[in-house]
């Protein structure tokens, strides 16, 4: 559905749904194909030959680049940029889909390079989700049902299986991968070629394969604004978790008691309270 006082850009080859909804400042290129009720935000640009399903939505300012595929059930949010090649929202690889209807929803101003991929999610009404401002350098993927917050570089070929949680800020090295159900706590560096199997603390590097803690990410941290105080609260919890030589369980219980409270260092706790897969330990010097 055109209005007719909308000023927008059609190439003559591309093929449009009458149920599509296109606001003004759009274009789209050369045999761009959109199918019905999908609704294109101002200024969103579709390149040639790229596919979008039915029932998606696209925010303003989005920029589909040519070859692209977004199927059906998938939001994008506003000023995001989709590059050629790219594979969003389709059916999850995972043999307990069975067709029901499941979602894909990427943030605001969040960059998916070439030859990305990102599944929907498996079971009836759920989502896999990938926040705002983050960065999918080519080659990545996401599989169903995985949650990636907001501000997080997957560098090249870096792919994280169902089910995963990446929190905000995290920087997945390239060609890693993240077993399913892990979760990868806010501020943690993973190196690249890492094979991470346990969930992966707050604020630490982790390295290797299997992926071991090799130290705090000092650097991240200070570059995320956390302040001086907090930061000393985070190496003292630290210090307390990966080298007194306590079970998790004792850990959790000394932090709580000696290290002073911070919403940093609450997080902290929150994520080692519900650790599903044990966490990645420290690296011992003889490994």
């Not at 579709?46 to 303003?60: L, P, Q, R, Y």
């Not at 993927?141 to 070929?157: K, Q, T």
């Not at 000696?258 to 599903?276: A, I, P, Q």
Request: aromatic share 4%; proline share 2%.
């Amino acid at each position: 559905m055109i209005d007719s006082k909308v000023v927008a850009y059609i190439h003559e080859s591309a093929v449009v749904s009458p149920r599509a909804h296109v606001a003004k400042g759009v274009e789209i290129g050369p045999y761009a194909v959109i199918e019905e009720n999908v609704t294109l935000g101002e200024n969103v640009k579709v390149g040639a030959h790229a596919v979008i399903g039915a029932n998606v939505s696209i925010g303003a300012g989005t920029r589909i680049e040519p070859h692209a595929v977004i199927n059906s059930w998938t939001s994008v949010g506003r000023d995001s940029h989709i590059f050629q090649f790219a594979s969003v929202g389709a059916e999850p690889q995972d043999l307990k889909f069975k067709g029901e209807k499941s979602y894909t929803i990427i943030g605001d101003r969040t960059t998916i390079r070439e030859y990305s991929s990102i599944h929907r999610a498996t079971g009836e009404g759920e989502e896999t989700r990938i926040g705002s401002d983050s960065l999918l350098m080519a080659c990545t993927h996401v599989a169903h049902n995985c949650v990636i917050g907001n501000h997080v570089i997957m560098s090249n070929a870096a792919m994280i299986a169902g089910h995963a949680v990446v929190e905000d800020r995290a920087v997945l090295g390239g060609m890693c991968g993240i077993h399913q159900f892990v979760k990868i706590g806010r501020n943690v560096m993973i190196g690249g070629m890492s094979k991470v199997v346990q969930d992966c603390v707050p604020y630490t590097i982790v390295d290797g394969h299997p992926a071991r803690v090799v130290g705090l990410n000092s650097v991240g941290i200070a570059r995320a604004g956390i302040a001086v105080e907090a930061r000393r609260n985070i190496k003292r919890a630290y210090k307390i978790l990966f080298r007194s030589g306590l079970s998790l369980a004792q850990a959790i219980a000394v932090i709580e008691q000696e290290v002073d409270t911070s919403e940093e260092v609450e997080h902290f706790l929150r994520f080692l309270r519900n650790v599903d897969r044990g966490i990645c330990r420290e690296r011992r010097e003889n490994e």
